[in-house]
């Protein structure tokens, strides 16, 4: 089957989407999408403000509304953030709320077939995607869905997303206070005001981006990069690690396991090795000197706990991380570190060493911040940038109609489509964020 939607399949073919040709806001259902390597993120946006024509809105878009309003879990590993869901979110003038859904990347094939069967394929829906499986799996979306993906870039996406939610969700920013403590206590963080700021998205690998100004920003560094951060680790390394030390079997029970551990039956300290602390060079006796050092001992092997092991990989990518990320911001001169991605979902232990480690060796100098809704700025930053063509194209053809008519301003109307439907849709020019 080819991609243009010639072939011989039951549906007749969608035109090609391109919001060139494109001028009304997108038909319902609108999603975001966002496939990572782990897992794949979705928001779906409700809207609350039907008017009497879309209460008569087509049965199979009413039966998904339904379906994903009224279940938390979808299939056997689909899930909806109940607790994260934003109401009364403006977004291209509509009213409405956003839900956010997750589900392993791993089961692409269940959710395209689940997808199939609440009658996904008979919407001419475009949907907005982003992440590395927007590429991967576009040709199954088309030949299982007649689903044409517009793809948008990963950080772009991301950075958009984290823009919009930050705008409309005042709680959404927070740091740790006392996150040394058993009494860790997040605090809200006035972001309004966040430029520079550094962002270090932790999925299955890490991201570190510098962003100077709104949607302005490039990619400093990843945890491999050319500049001597060179580490290779990230959420996919934790629950990789995890489940061949541990033979865990999800996120979850890696985290669970890790609650329970002590990281010190496993690392060797400073104090294993001086005794106490290296006071020349102010070492605290506490500190790890080499993580997993103890493991080279037969009888210290014998007596670690599956706890401990997952424990010290815990502390041990997430101490690595906040290294890189303290080196990056330091480089780049930037106090304010925002963590975000799915590792650090449920993830207290990550997100208490993360503030420890970045106040303790900045001296005081660097702030971690977090944000609540972790891993889904990507698939929100896809969603809006729909939105936002259709506006830049709507102010274009303005502009143009302006000049053709030499009227002063056409400000409000909704100029007519243009009458043909060509070409294959171009990706998003990159407006920035050069790797
Ligand atoms: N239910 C889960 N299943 C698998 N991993 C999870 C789960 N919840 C949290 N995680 C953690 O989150 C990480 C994935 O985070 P995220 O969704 O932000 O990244 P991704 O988009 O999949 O990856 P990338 O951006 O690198 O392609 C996993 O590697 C794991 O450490
Ligand atoms: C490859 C991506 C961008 C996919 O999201 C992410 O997993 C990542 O940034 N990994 C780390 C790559 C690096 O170390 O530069």
């Known amino acids: 089957?080819?991609?243009?939607?010639?072939?011989?399949?039951?549906?007749?073919?969608?035109?090609?989407?391109?919001?060139?040709?494109?001028?009304?806001?997108p038909p319902m259902p609108w999603f975001g999408l966002d496939i990572g390597g782990s897992l794949a993120k979705l928001v779906y946006f409700e809207p609350t403000?039907?008017?009497?024509?879309?209460?008569?809105?087509?049965?199979?878009?009413?039966?998904?509304?339904?379906?994903?309003?009224?279940?938390?879990?979808?299939?056997?590993?689909?899930?909806?953030?109940?607790?994260?869901?934003?109401?009364?979110?403006?977004?291209?003038?509509?009213?409405?709320?956003?839900?956010?859904?997750?589900?392993?990347?791993?089961?692409m094939a269940l959710f395209i077939e689940l997808a199939k069967s609440k009658g996904m394929a008979t919407l001419a829906s475009t949907v907005c995607a982003t992440g590395g499986g927007a590429y991967k799996f576009e040709k199954q979306f088309f030949k299982e869905l007649h689903m044409r993906l517009h793809k948008f870039d990963e950080l772009e996406s991301l950075i958009r997303g984290i823009e919009f939610m930050e705008a409309n969700s005042p709680t959404e920013c927070y740091y740790l206070e006392n996150p040394k403590s058993d009494t860790a206590e997040k605090?809200?963080?006035?972001?309004?005001?966040?430029y520079p700021f550094m962002v270090v998205n932790i999925g299955s690998g890490v991201s570190i981006l510098k962003v100077t100004a709104p949607g302005e920003f490039t990619r400093v560094s990843g945890t491999r990069c050319d500049c001597n951060y060179l580490a290779d680790l990230g959420g996919g390394t934790f629950l990789g690690l995890c489940c061949l030390l541990t033979g865990c079997a999800s996120f979850e029970e890696a985290l669970e396991l890790a609650s329970q551990g002590d990281s010190t039956k496993v690392d060797k300290l400073v104090k294993d090795i001086y005794g106490g602390g290296y006071e020349k060079f102010n070492l605290d006796g506490n500190l790890v000197a080499a993580s997993f050092g103890q493991m080279i001992s037969t009888d210290r092997r014998a007596?670690?706990?599956?706890?401990?092991?997952?424990?010290?990989?815990?502390?041990?990518?997430?101490?690595?991380?906040?290294?890189?990320?303290?080196?990056?911001?330091?480089?780049?001169?930037?106090?304010?570190?925002?963590?975000?991605?799915?590792?650090?979902?449920?993830?207290?232990?990550?997100?208490?060493?993360?503030?420890?480690?970045m106040e303790y060796w900045s001296?005081?100098?660097?702030?971690?911040?977090?944000?609540?809704?972790?891993?889904?700025?990507?698939?929100?930053?896809?969603?809006?940038?729909?939105?936002?063509?259709?506006?830049?194209?709507?102010l274009q053809e303005n502009l143009k109609n302006n000049l053709l008519n030499g009227a002063a301003t056409v400000n409000g109307t909704t100029p007519p489509p243009p009458t043909e439907v060509s070409g294959t849709p171009n990706p998003p020019e990159m407006r920035n964020g050069s790797s």
Not at 2 to 20: D, T, Y
Not at 61 to 87: A, C, P, W
Not at 322 to 332: F, P, Q, T
Not at 366 to 385: D, I, P, S, T, W
């Open 1 to 25: 089957m080819s991609c243009n939607g010639n072939s011989n399949h039951e549906h007749p073919p969608l035109p090609e989407w391109n919001s060139l040709n494109y001028p009304e806001l």
């Open 187 to 194: 605090i809200c963080y006035d972001f309004s005001d966040p």
């Open 363 to 394: 001296k005081g100098a660097l702030r971690a911040l977090f944000l609540e809704h972790e891993g889904y700025f990507g698939c929100v930053g896809c969603l809006l940038e729909l939105i936002t063509q259709r506006e830049d194209y709507i």
């Open 303 to 357: 007596k670690v706990k599956r706890e401990d092991l997952a424990r010290a990989t815990l502390v041990t990518i997430t101490n690595n991380i906040a290294s890189i990320a303290r080196m990056c911001a330091l480089n780049e001169k930037i106090s304010r570190v925002v963590f975000l991605g799915n590792f650090l979902r449920s993830n207290m232990i990550s997100q208490k060493l993360l503030s420890y480690g």
């Open 49 to 107: 403000d039907n008017t009497e024509s879309e209460e008569t809105e087509v049965e199979t878009l009413k039966n998904i509304r339904k379906y994903l309003k009224n279940n938390r879990s979808y299939g056997d590993t689909g899930h909806r953030d109940v607790h994260l869901q934003m109401d009364s979110v403006l977004i291209g003038g509509r009213k409405g709320s956003l839900h956010f859904i997750r589900f392993p990347t791993s089961e």
